[in-house]
């Protein structure tokens, strides 16, 4: 088992603004807020320090605006371990950003992706070598899809194994899907992309049957409280359960069950263990408050019972 996976994640960094409230507004209704937090956050930044934190040498592609958003986010991904060279600073450009609804129990976010949407096939090619040397490349759609695309497409000419995070499901997508080895939809995200729920879990295992054969990759549903599953070797649903913990704030939960699935098969894990400590890592995640505040170091998931 390689102890220093070498991961590349391609997305997205945005500031998150969070607001916490007790409960959701309705439509058309003001209720009143608590705090208001500015915290690092985009799902690619997210994944990204996901995975310094559990020990591998990972290394961001992507863009933040020329402002003080962009400077912060920088600084943090720096802090958190993560290599930033193939993160550009786009000038007279904002840095992309997610106002965050938050409670203690969910979330509602809103992206306005400002730089993240500069990121080109182009821009991917010329960090072409960073992504073909990588033992996996992570990838998300909160960057423009002809990059993702290209960014997919290099890894699969090279051999190096993905990981897509189809978040937020987008029609243009499609297509690409397939590039990807291992896709990891929530519930509804998977629900979007067959276009209809599984209303049984006997439902759920025959949509992913058909999805695994169709496109030739793995599939792992995130179910949030109920954990995250994938289909056994006999094509059998198999649910990893959610640890019991006390929920702060599940922003992020799904970032960080994607850093570790990586680490995990980067590091050489077997699929069903690599979903175990995945599924581990995002539990312990909801503990603390903001989307990168509760991701576990690599010591704390094995201080916390061997997984
Ligand atoms: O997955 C959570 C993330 O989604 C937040 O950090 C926010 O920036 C949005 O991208």
Known sequence: MSSNPSIVVVGSLNMDIVLTMSRMPQVGETVAGQQIHYVPGGKGANQAVGCAKLGADTAMVGAVGGDSFGSQLLDNMRGCGVRTEAVTVIPETATGTAAIFHTKEDNCIVVVPGANETVTPEYIERHRSLIQSADLVLLQLE????????????????????????????PDAEQMLGLADVLTPNESEFALLCGQAADTEEALRDQMRKWQQTYSQRLVITRGKAGASCLDEHGELHTVPSLPVEVVDTTGA???????????????????????YAVKAASLSVRKFGAQGGMPTKEEMERINAV
């Open 143 to 170: 960057t423009p899809i002809p990059a993702v695309r290209r960014a997919l497409e290099l890894a699969r000419e090279a051999g190096v194994r993905t990981v897509l995070n189809p978040a937020p499901v987008h």
């Open 254 to 276: 799904g970032d960080t069950l994607n850093a570790a699935l990586s680490v995990g098969l980067a590091s050489g894990r077997g699929f069903r263990e690599a979903l175990e």
